[in-house]
T-cell receptor, first 116, second 111 residues
Framework: SAVISQKPSRDICQRGTSLTIQCQVD?????MFWYRQQPGQSLTLIAT?????????ESGFVIDKFPISRPNLTFSTLTVSNMSPEDSSIYLCSVERAGDRKYGYTFGSGTRLTVV | SQQGEEDPQALSIQEGENATMNCSYK?????LQWYRQNSGRGLVHLIL?????REKHSGRLRVTLDTSKKSSSLLITASRAADTASYFCATLEGGGNKLTFGTGTQLKVEL
């Protein structure tokens, strides 16, 4: 199954600034998924990132706020732009473990973001 | 929101006891998955049950699925302190590729 390296693991940022989170996968994958987990809450999908095309955003999330890059089949970045304290969350990337949907998804270890 | 519901929200048991968590969802699914999250870190996949399956076992885990009631349960037998974590169910809709997560259950296993 895929192994994901996500960084940074945590950061404390000033409001108004931006943070870019990186996910590197040890194998080629078609789709990568970005989630947000607000304090004490469940996971909410932000967007799906396909290589060579624009990311597909879920309702309530926009590209200007959460731009995503997917330059190749093993790497993606999520930027949290113009941050406010409400953006304080854990951000996670994820990929399918195998193409046939039998084995679930693999997640990165998460980025704990605090905006002050 | 299409997010599923889980109950209980929190569960505290003694080591050696069994823990049962329930999940309800709203749409037709391809499969349902259970994940564990330790202290706000990444999620670990535990078990997947397909829509045409009713029960599945993996070690100390037992999952049931009732598609007529749109519900699932996760049973952890002979719990250990190391099982302390948050547990989430997640559904994959037929033909889709996006997981929809439940609200989660916080399990605490005390020595």
């Amino acid at each position: 199954s895929a192994v994901i390296s996500q960084k940074p693991s945590r950061d404390i940022c000033q409001r108004g600034t931006s943070l870019t989170i990186q996910c590197q996968v040890d194998s080629q994958v078609t789709m990568m998924f970005w989630y947000r987990q607000q304090p004490g809450q469940s996971l909410t999908l932000i967007a799906t990132a396909n290589q060579g095309s624009e990311a597909t955003y879920e309702s309530g999330f926009v590209i200007d706020k959460f731009p995503i890059s997917r330059p190749n089949l093993t790497f993606s970045t999520l930027t949290v732009s113009n941050m406010s304290p409400e953006d304080s969350s854990i951000y996670l990337c994820s990929v399918e473990r195998a193409g046939d949907r039998k084995y679930g998804y693999t997640f990165g270890s998460g980025t704990r973001l605090t905006v002050v | 929101s299409q997010q599923g519901e889980e109950d209980p929200q929190a569960l505290s048991i003694q080591e050696g006891e069994n823990a049962t968590m329930n999940c309800s969802y709203k749409t037709s699914i391809n499969n349902l998955q259970w994940y564990r999250q330790n202290s706000g870190r990444g999620l670990v996949h535990l078990i997947l049950i397909r829509s045409n399956e009713r029960e599945k076992h993996s070690g100390r885990l037992r999952v049931t699925l009732d598609t007529s009631k749109k519900s699932s349960s996760l049973l952890i037998t002979a719990s250990r302190a190391a099982d302390t974590a948050s547990y989430f169910c997640a559904t994959l809709e037929g033909g889709g590729n996006k997981l929809t997560f439940g609200t989660g259950t916080q399990l605490k296993v005390e020595l």
